[in-house]
T-cell receptor
Framework: AQSVTQLGSHVSVSEGALVLLRCNYS??????LFWYVQYPNQGLQLLLK??????LVKGINGFEAEFKKSETSFHLTKPSAHMSDAAEYFC?????????????FGRGTSLIVHP | EAGVAQSPRYKIIEKRQSVAFWCNPI?????LYWYQQILGQGPKLLIQ????????DSQLPKDRFSAERLKGVDSTLKIQPAKLEDSAVYLC???????????????FGEGSRLTVL
């Protein structure tokens, strides 16, 4: 079975400050990892993903994440927060199950950006 | 390219009534998902289809929830009878990959918000 833990239901930063959203996963097989963002009253949209290859992946809007197998982590970072980054962020893991791929989402982290 | 379409966007019903949600995935996407998102929580997978076959429905409350995907395209999720705890946003998503192929991302619709009074 796979699971995702996002540490901190809310993260508050000042505009221009570093953003760090934490994600740890549990999986018995190599995972595929994703970060999604959800703005109010909208569906989720993909920020970035790790499947294979380079462990540091870059996404949209200046976000990046690093897959660390030894730490079972996939933390999301952005060097400088912008007001428009305020949203809900979800980490997700997908692993194979009986020939199919089942995505599992974390509980989400709400990013609050102060002026 | 058109995105994932869902309707209705909002629905208010009383407990014990029934409700149905509709989803039209992105053209050509073989895999379709229904997620339940309760306020303040992450999406919980209810059912996953690959074409018109069910891949996983282990978390679908089958005594009241049902879903179908006729002809491997559109899908309908039904709740009958509804309970107060069913109040949530129901998200439909689709993806292009098939089993054994490249893992791609999920494309989500805007969701259908259900309020049960």
């Amino acid at each position: 079975a796979q699971s995702v833990t996002q540490l901190g239901s809310h993260v508050s930063v000042s505009e221009g400050a570093l953003v760090l959203l934490r994600c740890n996963y549990s999986s018995s097989v190599p995972p595929y990892l994703f970060w999604y963002v959800q703005y109010p009253n909208q569906g989720l949209q993909l920020l970035l993903k790790y499947t294979t290859g380079a462990t540091l992946v870059k996404g949209i809007n200046g976000f990046e994440a690093e897959f660390k197998k030894s730490e079972t982590s996939f933390h999301l970072t952005k060097p400088s927060a912008h007001m428009s980054d305020a949203a809900e962020y979800f980490c997700a893991v997908t692993t194979a199950s009986g020939g199919s791929y089942i995505p599992t989402f974390g509980r989400g982290t709400s990013l609050i950006v102060h002026p | 390219e058109a995105g994932v379409a869902q309707s209705p966007r909002y629905k208010i019903i009383e407990k014990r009534q029934s409700v149905a949600f509709w989803c039209n995935p992105i053209s050509g996407h073989a895999t379709l998902y229904w997620y339940q998102q309760i306020l303040g929580q992450g999406p919980k997978l209810l059912i996953q289809f690959q074409n018109n076959g069910v891949v996983d429905d282990s978390q679908l409350p089958k005594d009241r929830f049902s879903a179908e995907r006729l002809k491997g395209v559109d899908s309908t999720l039904k709740i009958q009878p509804a309970k107060l705890e069913d109040s949530a946003v129901y998200l439909c998503a689709s993806s292009l990959e098939l089993a054994g192929r490249r893992i791609g991302e999920l494309f989500f619709g805007e969701g259908s918000r259900l309020t049960v009074l």
